[in-house]
């Protein structure tokens, strides 16, 4: 069966610099980071929730989904509608 969206989660508190994203792949990873201090070891961007979540737009993303957590962060489902290629 063809993979026809790529999900990642944002996890962290809305107003502090420091939250974590799952599930890019390597070259999303890599993209246009410059302006972002990352660490690929943990995933973890030391920038706000809200810059994070732009730079994802930039990628092509978009939310379905958010949830609070019970230790007041939020974590915030976004998906990507896979091109095929060719």
Known sequence: ???KYRFVTVTGL???NNCSVKGLNDQERYQDLSHLDFSSFNDHYHH???EV?????????KIVSQ???KDNTQT???????KNSG
């Open 1 to 3: 069966m063809d993979q």
């Open 14 to 16: 809305i107003d502090q």
């Open 48 to 50: 706000s929730m809200i």
């Open 53 to 61: 979540m732009n730079h994802l737009g930039s990628l092509g993303y």
């Open 67 to 69: 949830h609070s957590n």
């Open 76 to 82: 915030i489902w976004l998906q990507k509608e896979l």
